[in-house]
């Protein structure tokens, strides 16, 4: 299997860290996001008509793009999908609810920050944070007295959530004020396979 992907991306974060924590092996294809490659007229026409990484490639010439589609595609028959059709129902309700609530809002956020794009729209940064702030709220009230998301047990749900909300305070959004958060995090990182911080933006995604 092949994965065209960039360093950076918490989404392509997501995938590398299932991979490693199913013991799968596969190839690293970098595409730099900032300098356009995932916006070729052949990676729109063969791999993403989204132009958006991570994108994988389970046998040639077959591509699979989203991120939470590819953690569904590899956890199939594994045991961080549950078999049971409730419990795995709301395993999307969660995945679904991370690209409606905290992907959109801590990751946009931290993608503006970090990358010196913040002050050029200071009222729609006010709005992302204000959204990542319902959705951390959310997540402490469900966690506040559970150990995982889903039937107390480690899914790729947790996965999927993990890597937007732990980078918050990259966002501006400090953790402190949501303890079973916090908690919740630490029980993730002791998952087997975890992998450590991401890599830093590289020097062409900052506005210049």
Known sequence: MRLHDCLPSANGYKVRTLFAQLGLAYELVPVDIFAGESHTADFH???????RIPVLEPEPG???????????????GTRLLPEDRFARAQVHQWMFFEQNGVEPNLGTARY??????????????????AGGVRALET???????????????????????????H???EAGVELTPYPG??????????????????PPYPANAHVR
């Open 45 to 51: 026409a063969n791999k993403n008509p989204d132009g």
């Open 112 to 129: 503006w920050r970090l990358s010196g794009r913040e002050p050029q729209q200071p009222e729609a940064f006010r709005q992302r944070i």
């Open 167 to 169: 980078l918050a305070p």
């Open 181 to 198: 958060v916090l908690a919740w995090l630490e029980r993730v990182r002791q998952q087997p396979g975890f992998q450590g911080t991401l």
């Open 139 to 165: 997540l402490e009230r469900h966690l506040r007295t559970r150990t995982f998301l889903v039937e107390e047990r480690y899914t790729v749900a947790d996965l999927c959530l993990y890597a937007y909300v």
């Open 62 to 76: 077959r591509f699979l793009a989203e991120s939470n589609a590819i953690l569904l595609f590899l956890a199939e």
